[in-house]
């Protein structure tokens, strides 16, 4: 069965970010992945937080990745949480956004071998509370994390997909349009096949960024700056089939970098904004979750921005769940 989970952005007040919580809950959504961004609060504290005032819903984290945060500290952040909120916290590990990184003076190198060594880390360590990496770098935890952490990959190339399908508890694939989720769906396999896994053993999450809303032009509007944002970070086999011009790409770089939105504005055609994200009326998320639940995603993340009016756009959403519900198409 097909879990539906939401994204709440730690860039808005904590008031606010208490209220989406605690309306997702009652809604009825069984978790929610506050995205991780050095630009925004920190999802480590607004989860701790959440966990220990709202307790209807588990909270996910991700993506984090070891170059921002080392993946030692990753580890103990986690077995804490735990402890606030045994078995309801999962994470998402990934190579980060190699623009942002670069921004803040970082060189993503080798990310592949980065982040299966975060895993190995992180795993060692919640599970047996100490780990010797090489002779010069070995690390403990001095007291019992409680529960079990669903540990997730975040990926978007064929190799980092690859490597979730082989490393992971689950994946987070930030996909919204149908070919690229079924290519996707395809070089996991890869990875299952490679562990000697079936695919049935790790969970699948589409991530989906959706913006809906009766007038066209005002969910374009609110998703634009989401769009920009994820089709700097997109590998190239993705960009060469939206057909963008390399110095257009090139400029939308810059003004994300800037964080110059009035730009992408002018940058990004509805065109290339619908191809990135779900956008419009909700009977176009209603046919779009169809299309994914029948390539195999045994999740899928409502993510942001939801629309330009949130609370009508999660309860739109909520509904349509109920009538695919009915209608058990998962």
Same mark, same amino acid.
């Given at each position: $069965? ?21 309306? =997702? ?21 607004? &989860?701790?937080?959440?966990?220990? =005032?709202?307790?209807? *819903? ?6 984090? =990745? ?12 986690? &077995? ?14 990934? &190579? ?20 299966? #060594? ?42 980092? /997909? ?7 508890? +689950? ?15 395809? #070089?996991? $396999? ?9 695919? #049935? ?44 011009? #390399?110095?257009? $790409? ?5 003004? *994300?970098?800037? &964080? ?18 779900? *956008?419009?009326?909700?009977? *176009? /998320? ?9 390539? +195999? ?24 769940? =109920? ?8």
């Amino acid at each position: $069965m097909t879990v539906f989970t939401v994204e709440v952005v730690p860039k808005d007040p904590l008031w606010k970010i208490d209220l989406l919580t605690y309306i =997702n809950g009652d809604l009825g959504f069984p978790g929610v992945w506050l995205s991780e961004h050095p630009h925004n609060r920190s999802s480590f504290i607004i &989860a701790s937080h959440l966990l220990k =005032n709202i307790d209807r *819903v588990w909270i996910g984290l991700g993506v984090v =990745n070891p170059y921002t945060v080392n993946p030692f500290v990753i580890a103990q952040l986690s &077995a804490s949480l735990l402890e606030i909120a045994p078995g309801r916290v999962r994470l998402a590990i990934g &190579a980060g956004d190699k623009t942002v990184l670069e921004s803040l003076g970082i060189e993503r190198v080798k990310p592949l071998e980065k982040v299966r #060594e975060a895993a190995t880390i992180i795993r060692k360590l919640l599970t047996e509370k100490r780990i010797t990496l090489r002779d010069n770098i070995h690390g403990r935890l001095d007291f019992n994390p409680r529960g079990n952490l669903l540990l997730y990959v975040g990926a978007q190339g064929p190799r980092m /997909l690859q490597l979730s399908g082989e490393i992971g508890d +689950g994946v987070l694939v930030n996909y919204s349009a149908v070919e690229d989720l079924r290519w996707a769906y395809g #070089e996991v $396999m890869k990875g299952v096949e490679k562990a000697g896994k079936r695919i #049935e053993e790790i969970d699948l999450a589409a991530y989906l960024t959706i913006s809906l809303d009766v007038d066209l032009r005002r969910a374009v509007k609110t998703v634009t700056p989401y769009a920009a944002y994820i089709l700097s970070g997109l590998p190239e086999k993705i960009i060469d089939s939206i057909d963008i011009e #390399e110095d257009k $790409m090139v400029k939308i770089r810059e003004a *994300v970098q800037r &964080a110059d939105w009035l730009k992408l504005y002018d940058l990004l055609d509805v065109e290339v904004v619908e191809r990135l994200a779900i *956008v419009g009326h909700p009977k *176009v /998320l209603e046919e779009r979750i169809r299309e994914i639940v029948e390539i +195999g995603y045994t999740q899928i993340v409502v993510g942001a921005p939801t629309g330009p009016r949130t609370l009508w756009a999660l309860k739109e959403i909520k509904k349509i769940i =109920n009538d695919l519900n009915n209608n058990r198409i998962y």
